[in-house]
């Protein structure tokens, strides 16, 4: 189902203002974008349908974005579709989410696989996530593991708080001396040591907050809150955050 009040398609139109990939291509690219997809049960309340519609409605948008990202040549996306302490929310809802988490796999992986997309998945696999599910991402990571053009991480039962947590187990199964442990130490144990960290983290719907993603990681992200509902982000939404990234002074705590 497509907004109303919005034009969902990704093209422009003569007079368009929207931006295309060529408007931001020469800038410094973010290596790491990070999306927290947020806005999907307001998008759908707007229009008087369930909840569970707008997550339905956020599909195009989340493909959307891989492609936006893919023509601008973004090699790590990360996206947040289930957080740990998602599982407050109604059971119904909880539920639909993981079928739809499963179903977007079957849908979806063989296209983005043609695209070259790794798919990966961070996050805790703990019994509360359906052997289905599980199985289905275990196929989808099977399936992309060579691909390098593209890697997409969907943050799936993930907690910032909760990659730290299990970093610190692992450093302490590992019986690291506590001199031993700095920064390093933490780093090599989180869930994809190798994944850069965002250099740009969007969130959408107008909420300012991290709400619990990737908290070791966005220690030095650009932060770009975007008014959009998640269902009505298109890649022109990608780009103007990219542009935003482009004005932005990076320091890391030094000075220029
Ligand atoms: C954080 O806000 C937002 C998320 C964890 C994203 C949740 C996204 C979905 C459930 C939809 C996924 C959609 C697709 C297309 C896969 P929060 O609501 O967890 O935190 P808050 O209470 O602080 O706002």
Not at 56 to 80: C, K, N, Q, R, S
Not at 110 to 127: M, P, Q, S, T, Y
Not at 131 to 158: G, H, P, Q, W
Request: hydrophobic content about 40%; glycine content about 8%; aromatic content about 8%.
């Amino acid at each position: 189902m497509r907004g109303d009040d919005e034009d969902a398609s990704a093209g422009t139109a003569p007079g368009d203002d929207r931006l295309t990939a060529a408007d931001v291509a020469e800038g410094p690219l973010p290596v790491h974008v990070a999306c927290v997809m947020d806005g999907n049960g307001r998008w759908a309340a707007r229009r008087g349908l369930p909840r569970t519609e707008g997550h339905a409605a956020g599909e195009a948008a989340l493909l959307d974005a891989v492609e936006g990202a893919l023509e601008l040549g973004i090699p790590w996306i990360t996206m947040y579709a289930f957080s740990t302490e998602n599982w407050r929310r109604p059971p119904d809802e909880v539920r639909y989410l993981m079928g739809f988490n499963e179903s977007l796999l079957v849908r979806r992986r063989d296209e983005l696989h043609e695209k070259g997309v790794r798919i990966r998945f961070a996050g805790r696999r703990d019994w509360r996530v359906p052997k289905r599910v599980l199985r289905r991402m275990d196929e989808s990571i099977e399936l992309t593991r060579d691909n390098r053009r593209c890697t997409l991480t969907m943050a799936f039962n993930y907690g910032g708080r909760a990659e730290i947590v299990d970093a610190v187990r692992r450093l302490v199964a590992d019986g690291v001396r506590p001199e031993k442990v700095d920064e390093k130490a933490i780093r090599s144990r989180l869930y994809y040591p190798d994944q850069p960290d965002p250099d740009l983290v969007v969130r959408t719907s107008g909420e300012h907050r991290i709400s619990n993603f990737l908290l070791w990681q966005i220690a030095y992200s650009e932060l770009v809150f975007d008014e959009v509902l998640w269902p009505d982000f298109r890649r022109h939404h990608l780009f103007a955050a990219v542009r935003d990234f482009q004005r932005r002074q990076r320091r890391y705590g030094g000075v220029t």
